[in-house]
């Protein structure tokens, strides 16, 4: 094979790369980190060494994920210092991106499908390292566990029941597979309620017992814990916009569904992924971390 033809090979998985290690981490800031320093490990290679590699995608693919774990390892102990609640990074819809990013960028090539739905992201923080990249890569890329077994240093069987207590993990949280069908109706409603600050209109929304959780990052002002309730959270948003004579809600899809930006003089300084069931908010997660608001805002 020709280098041309080598590095054409290369350069297309790119966009595997980055799917892959978003669904790892939750965070495409570390996603990109992460292929950047796949593709440096590439190219250390003499040409002799890359040439010699048989399928230039799965040797990728195994570094990423390796480089995926070793980064969930000491992320664990990095989110313990973290101020307030960890939220997974939202994505806008492909045509959202702003900041000027180039249609060829990798950052908008973050396949919007179920496994990046903030529900699901959500579960994926509550496994441990190796679960969430044997999980990944079997139930969400369809990788056989021998290769699994080969990517995580473990045996096959290992990874079979990583995978099947991650499985576990997700069934008990209750975390939708697929949105329910009311759910653009029930954000409209919601975003409605909210700019004519009717707190009435968003206790109806609201599930009695619906949880809010920020994350500002230590950065900005957020509840530095969850918010319980449909009153509480009622009064609470109605409290934020009331502050904020240029505070403007608008609906925009996030993760792939539905949900609610918030604008303070034309700039993104809130992004809410909602969660619906039976015609109700039952959960909210509010990020304003601007270092996790790269994509929402002009640059």
């Known amino acids: 094979m020709t280098e041309d033809a080598s590095l054409s090979r290369v350069i297309d998985e790119r966009r595997q790369l980055i799917n892959l290690a978003y669904r790892m981490l939750g965070s495409l800031a570390d996603a990109e980190d992460v292929?950047?320093?796949?593709?440096?490990?590439?190219?250390?290679?003499?040409?002799a060494q890359r040439e010699a590699i048989d399928t230039p995608g799965a040797w990728l693919t195994t570094v990423a994920s390796r480089?995926?774990?070793?980064?969930?390892?000491?992320?664990?102990?990095?989110?313990?210092?973290?101020?307030?609640?960890?939220?997974?990074?939202?994505?806008?819809?492909a045509t959202d991106w702003l900041g000027g990013r180039p249609p060829g960028d990798p950052a908008d090539r973050v396949t919007l499908d179920e496994s990046v739905n903030m529900a699901f992201l959500v579960v994926l923080e509550s496994m441990t390292p190796a679960e969430r990249v044997a999980f990944v890569l079997h139930d969400v890329?369809?990788?056989?566990?021998?290769?699994?077994?080969?990517?995580?240093?473990?045996?096959?069987?290992?990874?079979?029941?990583l995978a099947s207590s991650a499985r576990r993990r997700l069934t008990g949280s209750r975390a939708p597979v697929r949105p329910a069908p009311e759910h653009a109706d029930v954000v409209r409603a919601?975003?409605?309620?909210?700019?004519?600050?009717?707190?009435?209109?968003?206790?109806?929304?609201?599930?009695?017992?619906?949880l809010a959780v920020a994350d500002g990052g230590g950065v900005v002002t957020a509840h530095l814990d969850p918010v319980a309730g449909a009153a509480r959270i009622a009064q609470l948003l109605i409290g934020i916009s009331s502050?904020?004579?240029?505070?403007?809600?608008?609906?925009?899809?996030?993760?792939?569904?539905?949900?609610?930006?918030?604008?303070?003089?034309?700039?993104?300084v809130v992004v809410i992924a909602l969660h619906v069931e039976h015609h109700q908010v039952t959960n909210l997660w509010a990020v304003r971390n601007p270092e996790k608001l790269r994509p929402w805002t002009i640059t």
């Open 67 to 93: 480089i995926c774990l070793d980064v969930l390892g000491s992320a664990r102990s990095r989110r313990e210092r973290y101020v307030g609640e960890w939220i997974p990074e939202p994505l806008p819809d």
């Open 141 to 161: 890329f369809r990788y056989p566990f021998p290769e699994v077994a080969e990517i995580v240093g473990r045996t096959p069987a290992a990874c079979r029941q």
């Open 190 to 210: 919601f975003q409605q309620a909210w700019s004519a600050n009717d707190v009435n209109a968003l206790i109806e929304v609201l599930d009695p017992k619906a």
């Open 35 to 47: 292929v950047q320093e796949t593709y440096a490990r590439w190219y250390a290679q003499t040409a």
């Open 243 to 268: 502050l904020a004579p240029g505070f403007t809600i608008l609906e925009r899809p996030v993760n792939g569904r539905p949900g609610i930006i918030a604008q303070l003089d034309g700039v993104t």
